[in-house]
């Protein structure tokens, strides 16, 4: 099957290339590499450098690769970054889903697989987060991925396009091999953060709040292994490949850790003291995001692998120490 990854190039999406093509599916990747890196796309997929907004790239690969599905990983994706400049992410992430879309149309791809987060629901009161909560985005980024998947859903209902909307919760680790990992520049994730510490890279560590409505007084979040996180698309392909009907899952592991105890955790796993400051609330994050994740178990037979937060840190920590200066190394 002959499937393109948009964003391929990007962390989460370079670690689906190179799952795809262990599966043998044929997979062309378009990625602008304005925070991808072409050195974590596998060589065995076929590159093309261009932006998901440019129509006439995006149908000339579809015909020329005779595209049968799209994983589409392609967006701006940082709370903190979206408050401040809310008008860049309706431009990439809103507008891109709609030449995409137009693009598919066109061509008659019927299958999209698309990464949605857990940042659509927003401030949730219930212990865990089911996919019919309220949505309720508390960030430019959370409203521009519910925008988008509402999109795909019109889009089924008029021209028959099917989907998987994915919805994240935090994506963390590498692949086991030690292949490709996560590098952002500037980088604003927690775990990768925790591990530069470690790595004596920065003095400190800031926590961004003390003062939140949790038991320790800092964010909770649901950690899933970004391999776990792969798999559950390749299942939502194949699920498509079978079925009719457009599905949305939460992917997640139903257990939240808190900042103050992924600092914790990385203090186990590397050995190192990794100092901690307390500052400010970042804008736009809310207290806590935990999924509940039986609808993607149930349906789609999805089973992470990854079953502690130590586990999934050790595979970040393993990549962070061969690779400190991530792909410029
Ligand atoms: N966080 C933090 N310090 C940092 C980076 C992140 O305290 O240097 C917190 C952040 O406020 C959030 C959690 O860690 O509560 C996870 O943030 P991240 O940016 O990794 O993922 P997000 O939840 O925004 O997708």
Known sequence: MNVLVIGGAGYIGSHAVNKLIKKGYSVSVLDNLVTGHRDAVDQSATFYLGD???KAMLNQIIQEEQIEAIFHFAASSLVGESVEKPLKYFNNNVVGMEVLLEAMQEN????????????VYGDVQAPLITEDAPKAPTSPYGESKLMMENMIKWCDLAHGIKFVSLRYFNVAGALSTGEIGEDHDPETHLIPIVLQTALGQRDAMT???DDYN???GTCIRDYVHVEDLIDAHILALEYLNTNAE???FNLGSSTGYSVKEIVEASRKVTGKEIPVKIGERRAGDPAKLVAASEKAREILGWKPAYETIEGIIQTAWDWHEANPE????
């Open 52 to 54: 998901i907004r440019d």
């Open 326 to 329: 991530g792909y410029a190394n």
């Open 214 to 216: 949790t038991p320790d």
């Open 108 to 119: 008659n791809v019927k299958k999209i697989i698309f990464s949605s987060t857990a940042a």
């Open 207 to 209: 926590i961004f709040g």
């Open 246 to 248: 457009s599905q949305i």
